[in-house]
Nanobody, 124 residues
Framework: QVQLVESGGGLVQAGGSLRLSCAASGRTFSMYAMGWFRQAPGKEREFVAAISRSGGGTYYADSVKGRFTISRDNAKNTVYLQMNSLKPEDTAVYYC?????????????????WGQGTQVTVSS
């Protein structure tokens, strides 16, 4: 099973940018579709973006479309989330997740492995 570690979170002003990284262990990273989710205090975990194992297919939540970009580098076993034009409502703990069936899916239950999360705080 792949193991995931997120990094790159922090405090940023509204309108700013951050790039999150998720490093995966193991030689099978390229077999997994990857997703980013987030969870704000008192709210359920929600889907943000997903990318297929090859990187050729991506899907975004409407709330981040046009502002966030998901990408991956299979040679580095890493998936990224570039976040631009950040808003206070983007404040959350961000998690990456892996799906061994390559579904590029939105439901969290379909993902097999999760990282520990990284905090993103956007000030107004």
């Amino acid at each position: 099973q792949v193991q995931l570690v997120e990094s790159g979170g922090g405090l940023v002003q509204a309108g700013g940018s951050l790039r999150l990284s998720c490093a995966a262990s193991g030689r099978t990273f390229s077999m997994y579709a990857m997703g980013w989710f987030r969870q704000a205090p008192g709210k359920e975990r929600e889907f943000v973006a997903a990318i297929s194992r090859s990187g050729g297919g991506t899907y975004y939540a409407d709330s981040v479309k046009g502002r966030f970009t998901i990408s991956r580098d299979n040679a580095k076993n890493t998936v990224y989330l570039q976040m631009n034009s950040l808003k206070p409502e983007d404040t959350a703990v961000y998690y990456c997740a892996a799906d061994r069936l390559n579904r590029v899916a939105t439901p969290a239950v379909l993902y097999d492995a999760w990282g520990q999360g990284t905090q993103v705080t956007v000030s107004s």
